[in-house]
């Protein structure tokens, strides 16, 4: 059973979805697709945004993303079932499988090691501008000659945590040569239908072209995107190749609680979620045999990112609490580990204890929205019973959270917050007949942000005595 409440992981992803909107409009990404599962049930399958901003395609739950390095877990799950069947071993060292190894550094490094990148092998070969499209990504031909360059191997095996996709390349030759099948054949027909996932594949399908999200470049270094071509990653598949949706990853990495047994056997899990290494310079961050790991609050939890030229993705998840969330951006810079560790962070204040603050009576939904002035944008948030104001604003809304109590149907107050939060103060709701019309808060009056995005529409100038938004009917003065 899990350990979090379904009701308040129910509340969170309700939340959520708001608040990923929000993103993707505030951090300016063409488009943001996301899904939660919680137990065996599908909370939310949701797009925001554009596939196409060329053609001002909408974004679909459907469309496909290039999902990178999330190509990691499925490879060291087929390497798994292969350890389960006897078909290899996971302390084989490479040049059994890898004849052609014979004599190089990279020869005695292990399918374990490789695994949990601990065998010191290089990240993306000397010249890895295929990354930027400036020539193809490696065949197997190539991929062998990197293997067989002498800077293959740049650090001795189990030195340290090193990340490489030339070592997961290698897996993938491993994979086809253990199972006398191409890795893509072994991976479509022991995964991928294995779990009944339509738009999931180990390779870019150029008969789909049509069904993938586009690309973009940064805004870090321009003021505008450009879109960016999708490419075939050769024999770097098992590495970065991957394609698949939110809605298909929370469903391929539930596989991966405890107790489903359509991959993996559960003892095979424990391997893979035992960490191996701890990731230098990043926190209390660890990696298992393709798998990182990191705490968020209390909470284990377990996934991967991927990074494709246009796409940033993320997917996590928490056997324990047989929860996950998976995000997929149609940018370089997407904000994909930030807006998934969000969704594990409100679970989190959703799960909080304490007392409501509010009688049982009260109807809670009148206060919630997303509210607006000149200077700030806040949410008043129902968790659980509880109400909270967040900064959606904030890469981690639940870093600084208010705690609201009910005063009366007209009147919340600030019961909880840091020092610089205005506790103890009221936060008054005037009425319409549509709802909230406006709202007393931070001494200034805020609006539903609809009221004022509208408003800046019809406005060119904030004047003394002619402000964004008025009380009066319309959202400026003379409308």
Known sequence: M??????????????????????????RVPGIQAAVLHEDKLLLSSAHGLADVEHHAALTPQHLFRIASHSKTFTATAVLQLAEREQLRLDDQAVRWLSFLRGTPLAAVTVRELLGHGGGVVRDSRDGDFWQLAHAFPDEDRLR?????????????????????????MLGLIVAAASEQPYHVFVQENIVEALSLENTGPEYDPVRAGD??????????????????????????????????????????????????????DASKRLMQRAEWKVDGRGDAEYGLGFGRVMIGDRLVFGHGGGYPGHITRTSFDPAGRLAVSVLTNAIDGPAQALADG???????????????????????????????????????DLAGRLYLLDPTDRDPTEEPMRLAVVDDHTLRIAGGTGYAPVGETIRYHFGVDGVASVQAFAMTAYPIDRVARAVRTRDRVSPGTPLVTDGVGDAPGR
């Open 212 to 265: 993938y999200a586009t690309g973009y470049t940064a805004l870090s270094y321009a003021d505008h995107r450009i879109p960016i071509d999708h490419v075939d990653t050769a024999a770097m598949a098992a590495a970065t190749g991957f394609f698949s949706t939110a809605e298909d990853l929370v469903h391929y990495v539930a596989a991966h609680f405890h107790g489903d047994t359509r991959l993996v056997s």
């Open 2 to 27: 899990s350990d979090l409440s379904h009701p308040a992981v129910a509340d969170a992803t309700r939340y959520f979805d708001t608040w990923v909107a929000f993103r993707q409009q505030y951090d």
């Open 145 to 169: 000659d990197i293997l067989l360059d002498d800077g293959a191997g740049v650090l001795p095996a189990n030195e340290r945590f090193k990340y490489s996709n030339i070592g997961y390349s």
């Open 343 to 381: 969704l594990i962070r409100l679970v989190n204040l959703a799960q909080t204890t304490g007392p409501q603050l509010a009688p049982s009576a009260a109807d809670l939904s009148r206060f919630t929205g997303r509210y607006a002035s000149m200077w700030r944008v806040f949410d008043v948030v």
